[in-house]
């Protein structure tokens, strides 16, 4: 059995086909804060995360005409939005660490201190990370690619993902508990 998928946009997504500007504003109005928060997590510059979310809608309403409706558009839309992102981190040459060759575990062991930290505190501790951890650890935890999805895009090896991934853990997890330490000794 197929999977359907109903898009409440898609009469957005018709009337943009045929041309529309108000069509294309509102489905702009609908989508801008998501994709523009998804490529600041990328691109971790707010300006860059501004040009990528203009570059990636005009790309969408230019190519409206391919996209096929076997996902939302706003799935659609994403895909173009990390495409575009990605690629602006490649014009600033981040570099991913390959350690092909070696076993490396999934995951991290969780500390139950985890819990305790802060919304803020996480998100401005990601965006200090170096791009490489970062970007990995983005788009696995919150836009949900699996590793070799992010291989694919990224255009690393499934090892370096992982490895990407459970570096950025730690070290994010070393940035949060030193923060926590320092939290605690003005106190």
């Known amino acids: ?5 109903i898009d409440k946009n898609i009469d957005l997504v018709d ?10 504003f509102e489905l702009y109005k609908l989508y801008e804060r998501a994709m523009y928060s998804a490529a600041l997590r990328i691109v971790n510059h707010e300006a860059e995360a501004e040009d990528v979310l203009q570059e990636a809608f005009l790309e969408a309403f230019t190519r409206i005409s391919d996209f096929r409706g ?4 706003g799935l659609w839309l994403k895909q173009i939005t990390i495409n575009k992102s990605i690629n602006y981190l490649r014009k600033r040459k981040a570099e991913f660490v390959s350690v092909d060759g070696l076993e490396i575990a999934d995951e991290v062991a969780e500390d139950p201190r985890e819990l305790e930290w802060k919304v803020e505190e996480i998100k401005t501790a990601v965006r200090l990370l170096p791009d490489g951890y970062r970007v990995v650890l983005t788009l696995y935890l919150f836009e949900g690619y699996d590793h070799e999805e992010i291989a694919h895009i990224l255009k690393i090896s499934e090892v370096t993902s992982r490895s990407q991934l459970m570096r950025g853990k730690m070290k994010l997890k070393n940035m949060l508990e030193k923060k926590g330490a320092r939290d605690a000794y003005k106190n």
């Open 1 to 5: 059995m197929e999977t359907v998928y």
């Open 15 to 24: 009337a943009c086909r045929k041309g529309s500007r108000k069509a294309q």
């Open 70 to 73: 076997d996902t939302t558009f």
